[in-house]
């Protein structure tokens, strides 16, 4: 994994070659198929992921429906935030929907990274933070408007039941 890898997606667009080169240390290509659980709600917290090919539904476990979607990943997204802002575990559940090819960051060692460079903390934080504000307020429309719940793009209905997500985890 190189800096130059990780400058070609749109997240870390206009981020410096000093901060790509430390974070591509920190990064791997990662394979996932179809119905593969990457993580799951209240699990630690340790890595992140930018989704290079395939989708990702992001559930949460509804008492009494189960795990419902509330929203789907796809290409140049960034799937995972948990694993910056304590307490380091997932608050939410994510289930490959096709074959994923992604990048994944080892979010401990990203942690350390922007310890030991601030400026790289803070601009991770601060895409990280525009991030979650761009999720929450789709998620508020969604919610705000049941016609905008069902995406063309992403072809999932917000709060559709998770398809045989829960019996793949990853190691580790």
């Known amino acids: 994994m190189t800096a130059a890898d990780l400058a070609r997606?749109?997240?870390?667009?206009?981020?410096?070659h000093g901060g790509l080169s430390r974070l591509a240390t920190a990064a791997r290509f990662a394979g996932f198929p179809a119905g593969r659980r990457l993580f799951a709600e209240d699990d630690p917290a340790e890595r992140f992921w930018l989704v290079r090919d395939g989708s990702v539904a992001v559930d949460l476990h509804v008492a009494g429906h189960g795990s419902v979607v509330v929203e789907t990943l796809g290409p140049d997204s960034v799937l995972g935030w948990s694993w910056l802002f304590p307490p380091h575990r997932w608050r939410s559940g994510g289930v490959a929907c096709t074959p994923v090819r992604?990048?994944?960051?080892?979010?401990?060692l990203v942690r350390t990274l922007c310890a030991v460079d601030p400026s790289l903390g803070?601009?991770?934080t601060r895409r990280f933070a525009e991030l979650v504000v761009q999720r929450l307020e789709a998620a508020r429309a969604r919610l705000a408007d049941p016609s905008r719940a069902e995406t063309p793009e992403?072809?999932?209905?917000l709060g559709t039941k998770v398809p045989n997500g829960d019996q793949h985890r990853p190691r580790g």
């Open 154 to 157: 992403r072809g999932t209905r």
């Open 9 to 16: 997606a749109p997240f870390f667009g206009g981020m410096g």
């Open 122 to 124: 803070h601009e991770l």
């Open 102 to 108: 992604a990048v994944e960051f080892d979010g401990r």
